[in-house]
């Protein structure tokens, strides 16, 4: 990871008053960058909400240090603190008795924005989130489970804070839109570049979200802090290994994309070569079928039983592929396509029909076993 | 009707007429002091429920010392008022205030307690100061549970005033007074009539202005969250 460092804990331990001396979170250290997605992932019970709410001192620690942006945080109003911090939260809490465009603008009213600009902002937050413009002013209680989480999230934005704590943002609605939200989300984020510290026990929301997963034991004990692709390939120890669970590799190849991965050339032969040429391409690979491509386009494939008796591949009428991947597509993508095809073998296109070469079976399992 | 008219004493409706610029001056002065009551009983009540609220021990005495105030019949506390304070207004409000208190904040404290904890943190995490959080977010969600301590306290003293006719006071309760010293019916019927009409009246009002300032609290009642527990445990049931 490169970058300055926007969220640093050091050392951070709490123990609540009611907790007999056990600790909820023990020395716990770990910097955030500016601009990345930080997941903390884990067992019920083990921390994270904790930690999250340490930063925004909705929680006070009882030891170690809190900067955000370089200033400690136990050093500043925790009001003027919080109004500078996204926080989002699972159960939301909206206020019941505010329209949605005055939640929205909850914040911007805190900080005493004139009205005109907290109503541009509103219609901004408002377009972003793809919320309808129908739905502002209405109370709480008349939107969905999925407007109120946008809506959530749309107020949290409301000053365009640079950090953004989230608590299981999306763990209150059903998987579908779950899947929305994330995905809008995700796209949000790429725009827009806060730092974020979410917090989810979903270990897949965490691989799909994260740029970096901290995955925590019980007392907020880090057992690894690391990319979700490094996680998947090399779980730190037994604890990690388990909570990640089966399918490993499954999940591993649904974070790669086939551009990040050596495509192999594979049989090809143009239109107008003779018969020979693409036995010979045949060969070479030891495929029983090669693909016809004509100045650099797919036209599709022919095999032994197909050219038998032609002069030239193109009399043997080239068959189309039935699915090809993108060099965006993701290797779990690629591996569908392999095992559904006859030819055993995921063809690489991009823009439209221009060929590109072939993954098989062998090339992804190597990435994977490396 | 008219065979029952032939025995019974009849409503001089004369008398009505004569006497109505004194009758509609009882019924503003029965007006005045209700209001009074409630509108005093709310000044002392809202800092001491607020600060119950704050500080968990103080609602058990709070509660215990206005149960109290409560449950001492009117004409005790009017007799045990009058050598200090005489035959005045204050001896009238002292008692009528002394009845609203425990509605009042019993009412407002379990509106507070109500307030749905989500909504709470998230305005904490926001950056709302503590007076912002109550001013902002929890009386104005407490309201519904508030306006109906307020109704109910209300009503309760619009009857309590016509005790008060005991010490010279009494708004319409004059005319029942009277009415039954002189064994004059009409007055009693014209006292209690208007004295019920006055606090059916003022509930339905009092009814639309919570309609006016809380109208997210009807918007789709169905979906409604349901009533948080800390409401039954404190505080009399909100219709
Ligand atoms: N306000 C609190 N008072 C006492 N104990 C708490 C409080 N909040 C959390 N805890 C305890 O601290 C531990 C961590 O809780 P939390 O951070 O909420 O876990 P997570 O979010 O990972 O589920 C738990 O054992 C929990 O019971
Ligand atoms: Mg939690």
């Keep these: 990871m490169t970058g300055d460092v926007m969220i640093s804990l050091k050392n951070v331990s709490k123990v609540f008053d009611s907790a007999e001396g056990s600790a909820a979170v023990h020395d716990l250290s770990m910097d955030i960058v500016r601009g990345e997605t930080v997941v903390l992932v884990g067992p019920s019970g083990c921390g994270k909400t904790t930690t999250m709410k340490m930063i925004n001192r909705l929680v006070e620690p009882t030891s170690g240090e809190i900067t955000v942006n370089g200033t400690d945080v136990m050093k500043q109003d925790p009001v003027e603190l919080r109004r500078g911090i996204g926080y989002v939260i699972q159960s939301i809490g909206l206020m019941p008795h505010r329209t949605i465009a005055q939640n929205i603008a909850t914040v911007p009213e805190l900080l005493k924005w004139d009205a005109t600009k907290v ?135 649904a974070l790669l994309k086939v551009s990040q991965i050596g495509i192999e050339e594979g049989p090809v032969v143009s239109p107008e070569a003779p018969i020979r040429d693409a036995e010979r391409a045949m060969e070479k690979f030891d495929y029983d079928w090669c693909s016809v491509v004509e100045d650099g386009e797919l036209l599709g494939w022919v095999d032994r039983e197909s050219l038998g008796g032609c002069l030239t591949v193109a009399e043997a009428q080239a068959r189309p592929f039935s699915a090809y991947v993108t060099h965006d597509s993701t290797l779990r993508e690629a591996l569908d396509s392999i095992v559904t095809s006859r030819t055993q073998v995921a063809v690489v296109a991009s823009g439209g029909q221009r060929y590109v070469g072939i993954l098989s079976l062998e090339r992804i399992s190597k990435e994977i076993i490396s | 009707m008219n065979l029952a008219q032939a025995d019974r004493p009849t409503i001089k409706w004369s008398w009505i007429g004569d006497n109505s610029d004194k009758i509609f001056a009882r019924f503003i002065e029965h007006i005045e002091l209700t209001v009074l009551a409630v509108a005093i009983g709310l000044l002392i009540s809202v800092p001491l429920a607020i600060y119950a609220y ?11 010392v206005t149960g109290i105030l409560y449950t001492i019949p009117s004409l005790a506390l009017f007799a045990f008022l009058l050598p200090y304070t005489g035959l005045t207004v204050q001896t009238a409000e002292i008692g009528l205030v002394g009845y609203t208190l425990l509605i009042l904040i019993r009412n407002i404290v379990a509106g507070l307690a109500g307030v749905p904890p989500d909504v709470r943190e998230a305005a904490r995490g926001m950056g709302f100061s503590s007076g912002q959080m109550l001013w902002r977010v929890e009386m104005p969600l407490a309201l519904p549970v508030i306006m109906a301590g307020v109704r109910l306290a209300t009503v309760t003293t619009v009857g309590l005033v016509t005790v008060t006719a005991l010490i010279g006071k009494g708004g319409l309760g004059f005319f029942i007074l009277s009415g039954m010293r002189t064994d004059f019916i009409t007055a009693i ?51």
């Design chain 1, 119 to 253: 109503k541009q902002r509103v219609a901004e937050l408002s377009d972003i989130l793809e919320l309808d413009e129908a739905l502002l002013g209405r109370y709480p209680n008349e939107l969905s489970g999925g407007q109120r989480q946008r809506v959530g999230v749309a107020r949290a934005l409301a000053v365009d804070p640079p950090v953004m704590l989230m608590d299981e943002p999306f763990g209150a609605v059903d998987p579908i839109v779950r899947e929305r939200l994330q995905d809008q989300f995700l796209d949000l984020q790429d725009r827009l570049k806060k730092t974020i510290v979410f917090v989810t026990h979903d270990i897949d929301e965490a691989i799909k979200m994260a740029d970096r997963i901290a995955i925590l034991n019980r007392g907020g004990v880090i057992e690894q802090f690391a990319s979700p692709e490094e996680i998947l390939r090399s779980p730190a120890n037994d604890f990690v290994k388990q909570f990640v669970g089966v399918e490993r590799g499954l999940k591993r190849l």
């Design chain 2, 54 to 64: 704050r500080h968990r021990w103080f609602y058990t005495p709070l509660t215990s």
């Design chain 2, 189 to 239: 019927l014209v006292g209690s009539i208007l004295s019920l009409v006055l606090a059916v009246t003022v509930d339905g009002l009092l009814v639309y202005l919570e309609r006016r300032i809380t109208p997210w609290s009807r918007s789709r009642a169905g979906q409604r969250r349901p009533a948080p527990k800390t409401q039954s445990s404190i505080g009399p049931r909100v219709a």
